[in-house]
Structures are given as structure tokens and as C-alpha cells.
């Protein structure tokens, strides 16, 4: 989830801030993130999202609330006056192919999530006919032949996405496929992170997806789950906590919502 990054490290001697781990301004950045503030947040984000986002607003709220806590900044059931007065929000927008999820803390944004639409489940998953579904491999094929994102250099958000897919397509858990389509993007992403590296050097997704499905051991009917997952991936490693247009997540969550509204 996009957010403001700590602008300096605070010092020892006084709390956490929300002006470290927020682009805020006013009386709300000169006040520091307490334990009820971050639990405020993170029912909100449960209620919305479903779950705490990894790396979203309301964990870094509870990370910069728990060392406060520990250092006796704030006691550990105490609210930030601004919090008290104004409460936190989460709200979610859907937009045409967009959905958009924004969150504040006394009427100041600290964070948004930029994904594809939800999948909305018609059938259980168990139930989709796998010989005319679209499959995993798939959705990472047509990155690589239709869209955009082609022609994107691989980043780590993009090795992230392409590694939880294959996971989902293969059932392998916790090993990566040697020579698979994971292994491929990861070393792609540390290539192309080289500071040597020209961008005409950049091995470009299209080069890492095409045929993706023979170097797939294995391959499954996409998923709202498994949209889910990848879409995971992808934004906890952008800064801006977005999938990429046309990419890795947008794929599989297209290929998910087909499976679902197939008839």
C-alpha cells in the first residue's frame, strides 16, 4: 500500500511519530502512533480487506506503536488525541478496471492499494471445468502476448507475482522449479537491478512469459485464490503498492473472474 516513507529516523529519546512513517502534516504528524490507533486501523483494514495487509498503514502503525509502547512513549491502551477526535477510515472505490483502496488516519491519507477488481466467487473453485478454463500458464502467456506490460522490464514485483503463480499452478509450496518460469523472472529481476545494466540489456517480461506453460511441470484452472495470492505478491514489492497494468496479477485475476463467469 503506497504510503510516506520515515523521513528520518527518530531519536531514542522521544516516540515514534506519525510524521516518521507518514507524508502527514499538522498536528497529527507531531503526535506519536499508539497501540489503540493501530488496532483502530487494522479492524478497519479487516473489515474491508479481509485480512491485515503485510506491509500496509495499519503494520506499520502496530510496529511504530509496540516500540513506543516498549520505550514507555505511550501507554499501551492510549489513543492519539487527533484519532480520538477524528477516527481512522478505510474505504474501498471501484473504478473501471481499478479498485482502489484508501486509507486515513484523522482525515489524513497514509496509504492506498491499487488492484484489479475482486473476483466475485458464482461457484466454488472445485467446481470449474478445468478442460475449458483458463489456466495459470495461460494468463502469464497472454502477458507476454497482448498487453502492454510486454515490453516492461522485469522488477522484483513482477519475479514476486510470477513465483506465486507458478506455485499456485504447480502446488509447489516452498521450492522454486528449477529452470521453471519462476526461476527464469528471478534471475531476470536481478539482472535487470544491475546498475550496469542499459535498457536496451533489460530482459523484458514477454522474454520470461512466452510459453510459459512448457516450463510449467504442472498447470490448474485459475482461481479467485489464486488472484489473490499473486496480486499479494505483486504489491508488497512496489513502493506504490499497485499491480502493474496489464501485468502478471491483472492477468491471473482476469483469467479467474473468465473462469467464474463462464457459463
Do not use: W
Request: glycine content about 8%; aromatic content about 0%.
Amino acid at each position: 500500500m503506497s504510503q510516506g516513507q520515515p523521513r528520518r529516523p527518530p531519536p531514542e529519546d522521544r516516540p515514534v511519530m506519525y510524521g516518521d512513517v507518514f507524508d502527514v502534516t499538522g498536528e497529527l504528524a507531531g503526535q506519536p502512533v499508539a497501540p489503540r490507533d493501530a488496532a483502530m486501523l487494522q479492524s478497519a483494514e479487516e473489515v474491508v480487506l479481509g485480512q491485515t495487509q503485510k506491509g500496509g498503514p495499519a503494520a506499520v502503525m502496530q510496529s511504530a506503536a509496540a516500540i513506543n509502547a516498549r520505550a514507555g512513549h505511550v501507554g499501551r491502551a492510549q489513543v492519539t488525541g487527533a484519532t480520538a477526535d477524528e477516527g481512522v477510515t478505510v474505504t474501498e472505490t471501484e473504478l473501471p478496471g481499478r479498485r482502489v483502496v484508501t486509507e486515513s488516519v484523522a482525515g489524513q491519507v497514509v496509504g492506498q492499494l491499487v488492484t484489479p477488481p475482486r473476483v466475485v466467487l458464482t461457484k466454488p473453485s472445485g467446481a470449474l471445468d478445468d478442460e475449458h478454463a483458463v489456466t495459470i500458464g495461460r494468463a502469464m502467456e497472454a502477458v507476454a502476448a497482448a498487453t502492454a506490460a510486454a515490453g516492461k522490464p522485469v522488477d522484483q514485483s513482477d519475479a514476486a507475482a510470477i513465483q506465486a503463480a507458478e506455485m499456485r499452478a504447480t502446488g509447489c509450496t516452498s521450492v522454486t522449479v528449477p529452470g521453471g518460469v519462476a526461476a527464469a523472472a528471478q534471475a531476470a529481476a536481478d539482472h535487470n537491478a544491475a546498475p550496469a545494466a542499459r535498457d536496451e540489456d533489460r530482459i523484458k517480461l514477454r522474454d520470461v512469459l512466452t510459453e510459459a506453460r512448457g516450463k510449467l511441470p504442472a498447470d490448474k484452472a485459475a482461481t479467485r485464490e489464486d488472484a489473490e495470492r499473486v496480486v499479494s505478491a505483486e504489491v508488497r514489492n512496489r513502493p506504490d503498492m499497485a499491480t502493474t497494468p496489464g501485468g502478471v496479477a491483472d492477468a491471473v485475476t482476469a483469467a479467474a473472474r473468465l473462469n467464474q463467469e463462464r457459463p
